[in-house]
Nanobody, 120 residues
Framework: QVQLVESGGGLVQAGESLRLSCAAS????????MDWYRQAPGKQRELVAS???????NYADSVKGRFTISRDNAKNTGYLQMNSLKPEDTAVYYC??????????????WGQGTQVTVSS
C-alpha cells in the first residue's frame, strides 16, 4: 500500500513563505514524477509545478519565479517552496505522484491535501 501525506500548509500574510512537503510511504520501488496541484473554492484543480525523476521541473506561469519544486529521492519526499505568497495563491494544495510498487505495479497516487491561506 502506497500513501502520500502532505504537510506544511497554514495561514500566512501576503509576501510571506511556506514550504509544503509530500512524503510517500509504503511499498515503493520507484517514485517517478511528482506534481503539485491546487484547487481554490469554485475553481478547477490546476497544475502548479512538476518534477521528473531526473529533476526536470515545470511551473505554471502564475507561480514562476516564486515557487520552487524539489525532491529528496532518498526520503521519497517532495517539496514545494512558496515565496512571495499572494492572496490568489489561497487554495487546497495536493501532491500527486506516479509510483511503481515492489510488486512492479505502477499507480497514480494523491495526497489528502493541505490548506494554504494567504491574507492580504
Amino acid at each position: 500500500q502506497v500513501q502520500l501525506v502532505e504537510s506544511g500548509g497554514g495561514l500566512v500574510q501576503a509576501g510571506e513563505s511556506l514550504r509544503l512537503s509530500c512524503a510517500a510511504s509504503g511499498s515503493i520501488f520507484v517514485l517517478h514524477y511528482m506534481d503539485w496541484y491546487r484547487q481554490a473554492p469554485g475553481k478547477q484543480r490546476e497544475l502548479v509545478a512538476s518534477i521528473t525523476s531526473g529533476g526536470n521541473t515545470n511551473y505554471a506561469d502564475s507561480v514562476k519565479g516564486r515557487f520552487t519544486i524539489s525532491r529528496d529521492n532518498a526520503k521519497n519526499t517532495g517539496y514545494l517552496q512558496m515565496n512571495s505568497l499572494k492572496p490568489e495563491d489561497t487554495a487546497v494544495y495536493y501532491c500527486n505522484a506516479a509510483i511503481t510498487d515492489r510488486s512492479l505495479r505502477r499507480g497514480d497516487y494523491w495526497g489528502q491535501g493541505t490548506q494554504v491561506t494567504v491574507s492580504s
